[in-house]
């Protein structure tokens, strides 16, 4: 039945894809629907029960006139429980309250709420608003405009439609771009890999929520089928990737590591500088290896290069275990003997002794004289950082010392002795406070020497003590004083470990100097003054110590990769005077150092006579003879010589340089090693070796391709370590279902995608670290304590609630 006096409304029907309304639909393919009004009764009768309810206050009156939002029948409200909201248009609108300043028929200052629908998909403002009084304002607008006018609805934004982008990859720069289903799939592969997320991360809520907001255009993958697209992405790179390598001389490193699933991987890492002068490293292999012997260790690597189509390797360094030394002894013969590999002088240096390693094992050698002072001061660190309370008590002592409070003492891994001298060189600076707490008698702080002793297994994890002896300390004078000459000396070798930990830029060149520091600082502790002292005959004892191990690996340097010095020459500011002039320095005998010096030349001659023929076509072989001296000087060749007056002039000008001292030399080794030293201020930064090459190289044609070979040797297998931290990741207690294949997928995928910055993601445990979370801590109670002490205003009570609120 219609109301009285009143029409059917003739309403649009929706033409949006997926929006018809199956309330008020009566065939698909109708194309105007007629909304009947309420019938007159249930108005009546509703009119009716609304005036026996009489407000007796001002607020009553004003609550009384206003509606209920609500999208549905509310049994407590009889005039909502006529209205039912039954247009599709309410699913993509939201009501509100919109109060205005009006008057009322007192002339009183009044607030009056009006009803409004806003469109969830357009920003809030103008568009999209539309008045919402249900008994004034029907729905043909917001159909309208969901039909044809909201750009941020998806079923009206076109695909083909471009938008304007930062692209932070080109400076922010703007770029036109366009919706793109598989672009979207790649991007979020891309993510999951690099960010180290499991595939069912797709199927998060919250991820589907933030596409959905973002790009509802966007259809989320299944992870099924997220796992069949990356793996497909990742024969792709892993293709075109294999082309590119195939046309460079490779160093690799290479290491083993067990996973959380007990599965054995063996890693290996290319290390390459483009044409550009650029260096890369690329993990090309983690997979799994059956055991540890030398045989497994060579075969799989075989393996690996002809997988990628490998060809050409210079050098592979590894730890100094026994059977990585096998495996390459067996690698380089299957090499030699088979025709497809182009080795150099017979792979005779290929094998690489990694120096952090080795730094490693000296070090750790030295501490085990110190194992007991170093232990109590550990344990006084662990105390202050056990609990807040006595991190408290420790700043009060640190406090009444005057000292200052930033960089506290931290913990170290106790098999790691990079972190212990962090840990001793912090706790160094705080050596009063801790004496203090002594003196002070703080029950707490003494009382906890005398608890039992914790012990750790090679990971350095807490294990069960196996023996009731209290622990060590606390630190007395002794202890901070062997502790004091000891973080000097850690000191060298923690900066020998990062120089040559670093495998984005070169470090071949400064190795053997580095080599050369450690052997001089442990022979400067035999040279200093004694008195005799205990302290003073446990460093001796640790030199000695340290000594016995820098002998085993680098005795006399004759166990040091020659292309190790060869790196060295390559160094404009050094050359091969550098080396002659350290090994005079090292007290050995002239004869000695004239016989090393002509090997490491020797050497350089042997890869020129290896490269020339490689380099540019081998148009620089007819440029000099074969020398035989150091000194080679411009020859006449035969069938050269000129007849005639011009003839004669040309040899006699040629017989006169040959006699005299100005000859210019012919071999381009000679050139290079007789050019004047470049002088950098700051030695050990201010030089950037490869940019050097780069510029130079047109003069030194071969030598620069020798250069690009060489400096990209590794000294240290940390390259391929840090892949073991993101797998140590990828394969986590929650993803341990991940087969080997996929492992491998992600993590040298994940280095592909990330390129050169993959060195830069753990948050190592230092001082400035430590320095930064305490001024961040300062800054929030700062922060916090300024914005308690504001004063509150308050704010007015009942707005928006009410329809009408008096004011005067």
Known sequence: ??????????????????????????????????????????????????????????????????????????????????????????????????????????????????????????????????????????????????????????????????????????????????????????????????????????????????????????????????????????????????????????????????????????????????????????????????????ATIGRLIESCLLQWDIEKVLTITVDNASANKSALEWLTSQMNRCSSYKTVLGGKYMHVRCTAHITNLIVGHGLKRLQKSVLAIRNAAKYVRSSPNRLDSFRKAVEKEKLPLTGLVCLDVPTRWNSTYLMLEAALKFKTAFARMKDDGDELYVGYFKEPEEEYDEEGNVVPSKNKRNRVGPPEKPDWDKARIFVDLLRVFYDVTLRVSASLHPTVHTTFHDVVTIERNIENIFIAPLDFSDTENVLTDMAANMRSKFLKYYGGFTDLNHLVIVGLVLDARFKLRNYTHSLKEEGMEDVDVQSRTDDIRSLLMALYDEYVPIVDGGRHMH?????????????????????????????????????????????????????????????????????????????????????????????????????????????????????????????????????????????EPTIENTEFYEQAEKDHESTASSRNTRPTIPKPKGKGKAAMVNLG
Request: proline share 5%; glycine share 6%.
């Open 1 to 294: 039945m219609m109301a009285r006096g009143k029409k059917g409304v003739a309403r649009p029907h929706p033409t949006a894809s997926g929006l018809e309304d199956s309330s008020t639909a009566t065939s698909p393919s109708a194309h105007l629907q007629i909304e009947a009004l309420p019938p007159e009764n249930s108005i009546q009768q509703a009119t009716t029960d609304s005036n026996q309810h009489v407000p007796t206050s001002a607020s009553d009156k004003a609550a009384s006139e206003v509606p209920t939002p609500t999208t549905q029948s509310d049994p407590s409200n009889p005039v909502s429980s006529s209205i039912v909201k039954r247009s599709f248009v309410w699913e993509h609108f939201k009501e509100y309250d919109k109060v205005v300043k009006g008057k009322d028929a007192e002339g009183n200052d009044i607030d009056i709420v009006k009803k409004r629908a806003h469109c969830i998909h357009c920003p809030r403002g103008k568009i999209g608003d539309f008045a919402a009084e249900s008994s004034k304002n029907g729905t043909s607008g917001m159909i309208r405009h969901i039909n044809q006018f909201c750009r941020y609805y998806p079923k009206n934004v076109s695909k083909s439609q471009r938008v304007l982008v930062g692209d932070k990859s080109l400076g922010n720069k703007l770029t036109a771009v366009a919706y793109d289903q598989d672009d979207y799939v790649d991007a979020c592969i891309e993510m999951i890999v690099m960010d180290e997320l499991p595939f069912s991360f797709v199927e998060k809520k919250g991820f589907n929520r933030f596409c959905a907001r973002v790009c509802p255009l966007f259809k989320i993958p299944s992870r099924r089928k997220l796992v069949r697209k990356f793996l497909s992405i990742y024969e792709a790179q892993k293709k075109e990737l294999s082309k590119i390598i195939k046309d460079y001389r490779v160093c690799l490193t290479t290491d083993t590591w067990t996973s959380l699933q007990n599965i054995n991987y063996m890693v290996l890492t290319a290390h390459f500088i483009d044409v550009d002068w650029k260096m890369h490293k690329r993990v090309i292999n983690f997979c799994v290896i059956q055991n540890h012997q030398g």
């Open 623 to 763: 440029r000099h003879p074969s020398p035989t001296s150091s000194s080679s000087t411009i020859t006449s060749r035969s069938g050269n010589t000129r007849g005639g007056v011009r003839g004669q002039l040309l040899n006699s000008w040629r017989k006169v340089v040959q006699e005299s001292e100005e000859a210019v030399m012919a071999h381009e080794v000679d050139q290079y090693l007789n050019a004047p030293l470049e002088f950098v201020e700051d030695e050990e930064d201010g030089f950037d070796i490869l940019c050097w090459w780069k510029i130079n190289g047109p003069k030194f044609p071969v030598m620069a391709a020798i250069a690009r070979d060489v400096l990209a040797i590794q000294t240290s297998t940390v390259a391929s370590e840090s892949a073991f931290s993101t797998g140590g990741r990828v394969i986590d207690a929650f993803r341990s279902s991940l087969t080997p294949k996929t492992v491998e997928a992600l993590i040298c995928m994940q280095n592909w995608l990330l390129g050169d910055d993959i060195a830069q993601e753990e948050d």
